[in-house]
């Protein structure tokens, strides 16, 4: 299974991008799929995650600006970023738990991540 993420980029501040992460390969289940951020120096963090279930977890820092989304497959996830600020930039990972078969425990995978420049 591979995550590839999509949609960073460089925008002004207050402007908006779309991150896309998509799983390939054969998935029997999805535990949760989130993203995190990472800045030289610094440890990577949450941004925001969501369950199979629905349950969604935001970072302090994002709420209210940022909405993650999953499309009805539970493999591949969006999140929706607006008014950005200078601070959100950074690369951002998509990571994830998947089983691939039937009673196999639930295994986590990273995407390659994708740089976010905010400019102010």
């Known amino acids: 299974v591979q995550l590839q993420a999509s949609g960073g980029g460089l925008v002004q501040a207050g402007g908006s991008l779309t991150l896309s992460c998509a799983a390939s390969g054969s998935i029997f289940s999805t535990n949760f799929m989130g993203w995190y951020r990472q800045v030289p120096g610094k440890e990577r963090g949450l941004v925001a995650k969501?369950?199979?279930?629905?349950?969604?977890t935001y970072a302090d820092s994002v709420k209210g600006r940022f909405t993650i989304s999953m499309d009805s497959a539970k493999t591949t996830i969006y999140l929706q970023m607006n008014s950005l600020k200078p601070e959100d930039t950074a690369v951002y990972f998509c990571?994830?738990?998947?089983?691939?078969?039937?009673?196999?425990?639930?295994?986590?995978?990273w995407g390659q991540g994708t740089q976010v420049t905010v400019s102010s």
């Open positions: 990571n994830a738990e998947f089983a691939l078969r039937v009673a196999y425990p639930y295994d986590e995978y």
């Open positions: 969501i369950t199979r279930g629905g349950v969604i």
